[in-house]
T-cell receptor, first 114, second 112 residues
Framework: GENVEQHPSTLSVQEGDSAVIKCTYS??????FPWYKQELGKGPQLIID?????GEKKDQRIAVTLNKTAKHFSLHITETQPEDSAVYFC?????????????FGRGTSLIVHP | DADVTQTPRNRITKTGKRIMLECSQT?????MYWYRQDPGLGLRLIYY???????NKGEISDGYSVSRQAQAKFSLSLESAIPNQTALYFC???????????FGPGTRLTVL
């Protein structure tokens, strides 16, 4: 089955700095890579996703890059703010027509210091 | 109102007791999932259901069972709870076209 490794487990940055979280996956057939943000006391929420036919995707301060050859993808957050503090999960999945079953990484706790 | 609700939000029980966690959704999605979250281990899939008549085991189904009572309801049962089932449990839904999963607020279960 799929195996997703996520690093680092904890990331501490100063407000305004950039943050990068990296994930690797094992199954070359995986074709959908979402990122979820989990705030304290809440369930995870999708913040951005990328499919295997795209190398990069941006949404305001957040971007995701995908390297299919190396089987790794990364989340980039620029100009971090205290409200970015949360646990971030990457996931990898394969399938078609909504049959995706994601395998999640172990999570990264991002702390943004004011 | 929340789209995905879970009851109870917190539960403390004893070893050997039968426990049911309930999930309801108003999103109209066919697909529902149960995950377990442990510190440092991320989210692990217990069971999933693509429609009312479809039930599938996930990565860690041993010791758990599920029931899909209706499109909107998906329950997780622990027949005989044990301490290593102490965890945060999440229900999630998704539709048949997009792949985004929508998570409930979670149930914190403690087995003594």
């Amino acid at each position: 089955g799929e195996n997703v490794e996520q690093h680092p487990s904890t990331l501490s940055v100063q407000e305004g700095d950039s943050a990068v979280i990296k994930c690797t996956y094992s199954d070359s057939a995986s074709n959908y890579f979402p990122w979820y943000k989990q705030e304290l006391g809440k369930g995870p929420q999708l913040i951005i996703d990328i499919r295997s036919n795209v190398g990069e995707k941006k949404d305001q301060r957040i971007a995701v890059t995908l390297n299919k050859t190396a089987k790794h993808f990364s989340l980039h957050i620029t100009e971090t703010q205290p409200e970015d503090s949360a646990v971030y999960f990457c996931a990898a999945s394969k399938g078609t027509g909504g049959s995706y079953i994601p395998t999640f990484g172990r999570g990264t706790s991002l702390i943004v210091h004011p | 109102d929340a789209d995905v609700t879970q009851t109870p939000r917190n539960r403390i029980t004893k070893t050997g007791k039968r426990i049911m966690l309930e999930c309801s959704q108003t999103k109209g999605h066919d697909r529902m999932y149960w995950y377990r979250q442990d510190p440092g281990l991320g989210l692990r899939l217990i069971y999933y259901s693509f429609d009312v008549k479809d039930i599938n085991k996930g990565e860690i189904s041993d010791g758990y069972s599920v029931s899909r009572q209706a499109q909107a309801k998906f329950s997780l049962s622990l027949e005989s709870a044990i301490p290593n089932q102490t965890a945060l449990y999440f229900c999630a839904t998704s539709d048949a076209v997009l792949n985004e999963q929508f998570f409930g607020p979670g149930t914190r279960l403690t087995v003594l």
